[in-house]
C-alpha cells in the first residue's frame, strides 16, 4: 500500500554539513515512513545531532533537501516545527517558571488552548508529580529530561525526534520513554539519535552517520 | 604557472599620476565676477585671474599714472582697463596673460601686481573661499565616493551570501569592507586637514563630517562584529545582515540630512549654489574631467586591489593558514 | 492570526520571567540613578542651558537603553533556550513579541528617566509638553526598533554585551540627532513647524528599521 506510507513521509536528499570548512557528513539520502522507529548512529562528533537540527529546520546544510509529507501533501519548511516534536539534553526549558508554567507558554506560543487538566495527565503520563509548585531549576536532571518530553508531544506531533532519550533517566524513566516510541510508532514516526545498546533495539532501521549506510536492526 | 598581462597596470599607475599631477599643477584662473565679488564682500585681496587682452585698443604706458595700461576681458565678457608697472614680455604678441591682481579702488580698475604666465593654457576656475585649496576636490572626493563604493560592494557580496551560503561571497563581502576602510580613513584624514586650514578646525561636526564619521564607525563595528564570531557561517551571515542594516539607516546620513540641515560643505540646506560638488553646475568642465578621470582610476584601482586581496584570501584558505 | 499569539505569548513571558527575576528592570533602575547622580555630582550646581540639558537627557537615554535591552535576547541565548525557542515559534513570532517587550520596557525605562530628570533639575522646564512626550515616545520605539535586531545580532554572536553598543551606536546616531534636536526645540517652546522635520525623520526612521529588520530577522535567527 504505497498510499498509505506516502501519507507521512520525511525524505532527506543529499544533506551535507560543515562547519569551519570541517566535513561533518557528507551526501546523506534516506526516507522515514509512518509507524517507523529511525535509528540515527555515529561515534560522539559524528553529527548525530546535528543531523537533526537540519531536519528540524533550524540549522540550514550545506546541501540538499528534507522535504516532510502529512496526509499526501508536502509541508511548507515555515510549518515544520507544527508537525515535529523534539526531546534533546541541549533543549532547555524555562528554569524561572514551574512545569506547569512551562507547558502553559509552550502551549500558548503554539496557538494551543491551554488545558490544565490535559498538562497534568502530560505530566503524569511521564511520571512527573503534577501538583509540584516549585520552578523547573530545583528539577533534577532526570525530572527536567521527562518534562522535555512533555514539551516534545505537547501539540501531538506526527514526527517524534529524541536525541539521547534515555539520558539522565532512572529505569522507569526509560520506560517511559519506550511507551511514548511504541505510542507515537501507531500515529506518527520516531527518529532517534543514540548510541546506546537498549535504544537501538527499538529502532527498526539505523543509518550510520560517518558512512551514510541504511541497514536493518537485529531486533 | 598562468602569465598575466600587466601592462594594465602600468597604465593605471600612470593614469593616476598624469590626472594627479594635472590635478596639481594647473593654475587657478579667476575671472573679474570673482573680483567683483571679492569687492562686494569686503575682501579685498589679490587673486589670479586670466585676462584677454584687447589688442583694438590702446595699450601704452601712461607717464601720468606711472603704468602701462591695456583693456582687457575675461572669459565671461567683462571688460575692463588693468594697470601694470611696466609692460609685460612678450605683450604684444601675447592674446592672454595669467595675472596677480586686485581691485583698484582709486582708479576702478585692475591693479595688476605680478604676471605670472603669458599665454596660459588650460586654467582651474576661482573658488571664492577656496582658492587654491580647491584642489582637495580631486582627491578628497573620489575617496569618498569609494567608501561609498566599496561599502555598497561588500553589501552586494553579503546579500549574495544570504541567498547562495557561498563562503566565498562572504569573503570578497569582507576584503571590499577592509578597502573601503582605507578609503574612509584616507577621506577622513584628507578632509579633516583641509578643513584646519579652511574652516579653522580639524573637526567642525558639519553634516557631511557626521556622515563620513557614522561610515567609519559602521566600517569599525563591522570588523569588531566579525572577530567576536568563531563560526564562518555565523560569522558571513551576522555581518551580511549587519551590513544591510546599516545601509538602510545611513541614507539618513549621507543623501538626506546633509541636504536638510545646514552646514558648510557644498550643498548643505543653507548654501545658496545648488546641489553637491558633483552634481551641481558650479564645476567647470575642465575640474569635471579631472574629478572623473581619477574617479574612474581609484574605481579601477579598488577592483584590482579587490582582486588581489581575493586570490590572497584563496590562497591563505587553501593552504589552511587561515580558516 | 497564529503569528500573532505566537507574539503575545512569548511577550507575557518575557514579562512573567522578569516579573520574577527583575534581572533587567533592577540593573535599569539602579544604571538611571547611578548616572543622574553623577550628573548631578559633575554639575555641582553649575547652570545649564535647557538645550544642554536636553542632550544630557538623551545621554542618559541612550546608556541606559545600551545597559538593558539586550537582555530580550542575550538572556535567550544565556539559558541555552534559543533552540526551544525555534522549536516552538515562527522568527517573526520571536522577534516581534521581543520587540513588543523591548518597547514597553524602554517605554516605562523612559518615563522614569523623563521624571527622575524633571525632579533632580530644578532648571529643567518644559515649555511644550506635549511635543516633548511625543519626541520621547517616538524616541523610545525607534530605540527599541533599533536596539531588539541588534541585540538578537549580539546574542547569536555569542558575545555577551561588549559589542552591543559598538554595533549599535552607528545605527542609532540618525535617531539620536533627530531626538535631541526635536527635544531642544520642544523644550525650548517651539512650535509644531520647527520640530516637524525631526518628527518626519524620527517616523521614517522607525519604519524604515522595523521593516528592514523584519525581512532580515529569519537570518539572524536560524543557523
Known amino acids: ?219 | ?323 | 492570526m497564529k503569528t500573532m499569539r505566537a507574539v503575545w505569548a512569548i511577550f507575557l513571558k518575557d514579562v512573567r520571567s522578569e516579573v520574577r527575576t527583575r534581572y533587567a528592570v533592577n540593573a535599569l533602575l539602579m544604571f538611571v540613578v547611578t548616572t543622574l547622580a553623577v550628573i548631578m555630582f559633575s554639575l555641582a550646581g553649575e547652570v545649564m542651558s535647557p538645550s544642554a540639558q536636553a542632550g544630557i537627557l538623551w545621554v542618559v537615554m541612550f546608556f541606559a537603553a545600551m545597559s538593558g535591552l539586550s537582555r530580550s535576547f542575550v538572556s535567550e541565548e544565556e539559558r541555552g533556550t534559543t533552540f526551544t525557542l525555534q522549536l516552538c515559534s515562527g522568527p517573526l513570532g520571536v522577534y516581534f513579541g521581543k520587540l513588543l517587550f523591548n518597547v514597553v520596557l524602554v517605554i516605562l525605562l523612559n518615563i522614569v528617566i523623563v521624571v527622575l530628570y524633571l525632579l533632580t533639575m530644578d532648571q529643567f522646564v518644559i515649555n511644550q509638553p506635549g511635543l516633548f512626550w511625543l519626541v520621547i515616545f517616538l524616541g523610545s520605539l525607534g530605540l527599541a526598533a533599533s536596539t531588539t535586531i541588534i541585540a538578537a545580532i549580539i546574542a547569536r554572536a555569542s558575545s555577551k554585551g561588549t559589542l552591543f553598543p559598538v554595533l549599535s551606536f552607528p545605527i542609532l546616531l540618525p535617531l539620536l540627532m533627530a531626538g535631541i534636536d526635536a527635544t531642544k526645540l520642544a523644550v525650548e517652546d517651539n512650535v509644531w513647524d520647527a520640530v516637524w522635520p525631526d518628527l518626519q525623520i524620527l517616523g521614517a526612521y522607525i519604519v524604515v528599521v522595523v521593516t528592514a529588520s523584519y525581512m532580515l530577522f529569519d537570518y539572524v535567527w536560524k543557523d
Open chain 2, 1 to 323: 604557472m598562468k602569465s598575466t598581462s600587466s601592462w594594465w597596470k602600468y597604465l593605471l599607475f600612470v593614469w593616476i599620476a598624469v590626472w594627479s599631477a594635472v590635478g596639481i599643477v594647473l593654475p587657478i584662473a579667476g575671472n573679474l565676477a570673482d573680483l567683483a565679488y571679492l569687492k562686494q564682500v569686503n575682501a579685498p585681496g589679490e587673486i589670479q585671474i586670466k585676462v584677454d587682452i584687447d589688442h583694438n585698443l590702446p595699450a601704452e604706458f601712461d607717464p601720468e599714472e606711472g603704468m602701462f595700461v591695456f583693456q582687457g576681458t575675461d572669459g565671461g565678457g567683462r571688460k575692463a582697463t588693468f594697470y601694470v608697472p611696466s609692460k609685460p614680455e612678450g605683450f604684444d604678441q601675447a592674446r592672454s596673460l595669467l595675472v596677480e591682481a586686485r581691485y583698484d579702488e582709486d582708479r576702478h580698475g585692475v591693479r595688476v601686481c605680478q604676471v605670472v604666465d603669458v599665454d596660459p593654457g588650460l586654467t582651474l576656475p576661482y573658488i571664492p573661499g577656496l582658492g587654491e585649496r580647491a584642489r582637495i576636490i580631486f582627491f578628497h572626493v573620489p575617496m569618498a565616493w569609494m567608501t561609498v563604493i566599496a561599502f555598497l560592494v561588500s553589501m552586494w557580496y553579503g546579500i549574495a551570501y544570504l541567498r547562495k551560503h557561498d563562503l566565498e561571497d562572504d569573503m570578497k563581502s569582507a576584503n571590499a569592507a577592509g578597502l573601503g576602510l582605507l578609503f574612509c580613513l584616507l577621506a577622513t584624514i584628507t578632509g579633516s586637514i583641509w578643513a584646519k586650514f579652511n574652516w579653522g578646525s580639524f573637526w567642525n561636526w558639519d553634516p557631511r563630517e557626521t556622515s563620513i564619521f557614522v561610515l567609519l564607525l559602521i566600517y569599525g563595528a563591522f570588523f569588531a562584529l566579525r572577530s567576536a564570531i568563531e563560526v564562518e557561517e555565523k560569522r558571513a551571515r551576522l555581518s551580511a545582515v549587519y551590513t544591510i542594516l546599516a545601509f538602510v539607516t545611513v541614507p539618513f546620513f549621507i543623501f538626506i540630512m546633509p541636504r536638510i540641515l545646514p552646514g558648510l560643505h557644498p550643498g548643505s540646506a543653507d548654501d545658496t549654489s545648488g546641489g553637491p560638488v558633483m552634481s551641481s553646475g558650479g564645476l567647470n568642465a575642465v575640474m569635471r574631467v579631472i574629478l572623473y578621470s581619477l574617479l574612474a582610476g581609484f574605481i579601477v584601482l579598488f577592483a584590482w586591489l579587490m582582486n588581489v586581496r581575493n586570490r590572497v584570501s584563496r590562497l591563505l584558505v587553501r593552504t589552511g593558514i587561515e580558516a
Open chain 1, 1 to 219: 500500500m504505497p498510499d498509505v506510507i506516502d501519507q507521512l513521509k520525511l525524505s532527506a536528499t543529499g544533506l551535507s554539513k560543515q562547519f569551519n570548512r570541517r566535513k561533518i557528513f557528507h551526501e546523506l539520502t534516506f526516507t522515514v515512513g509512518k509507524g517507523e522507529v529511525f535509528g540515527i548512529t555515529g561515534k560522539n562528533g559524528s553529527g548525530k545531532s546535528t543531523l537533526l537540527r537540519i531536519l528540524a529546520g533550524v540549522l540550514t546544510p550545506n546541501s540538499g533537501s528534507v522535504e516532510f509529507r502529512v496526509g499526501g501533501a508536502a509541508i511548507d519548511p515555515e510549518k515544520v516545527i507544527e508537525v515535529l516534536g523534539y526531546a534533546a539534553p541541549y533543549l532547555m526549558l524555562y528554569e524561572e517558571f514551574t512545569a506547569l508554567e512551562n507547558i502553559r507558554f509552550f502551549s500558548e506560543v503554539r496557538g494551543l488552548p491551554f488545558d490544565t487538566v490535559r498538562a497534568r495527565d502530560l505530566l503524569d503520563r511521564v511520571g512527573l508529580p503534577s501538583d509540584r509548585r516549585d520552578v523547573v531549576h530545583n528539577y533534577s536532571s532526570g525530572m527536567k529530561q521527562r518534562l522535555k518530553l512533555v514539551f516534545a508531544i505537547l501539540h501531538q506531533p506526527p514526527f517524534l525526534f529524541l536525541d539521547e532519550p534515555t539520558t539522565n533517566l532512572d529505569q522507569d524513566g526509560i520506560e517511559v520513554v519506550y511507551s511514548l516510541i511504541e505510542e507515537q510508532r501507531r500515529h506518527g514516526c520516531v527518529l532517534i539519535a543514540t548510541n546506546d545498546a537498549t535504544d537501538i533495539t527499538r529502532c527498526d532501521r539505523l543509518l550510520d552517520v560517518t558512512t551514510g549506510e541504511v541497514s536493518e536492526a537485529a531486533r
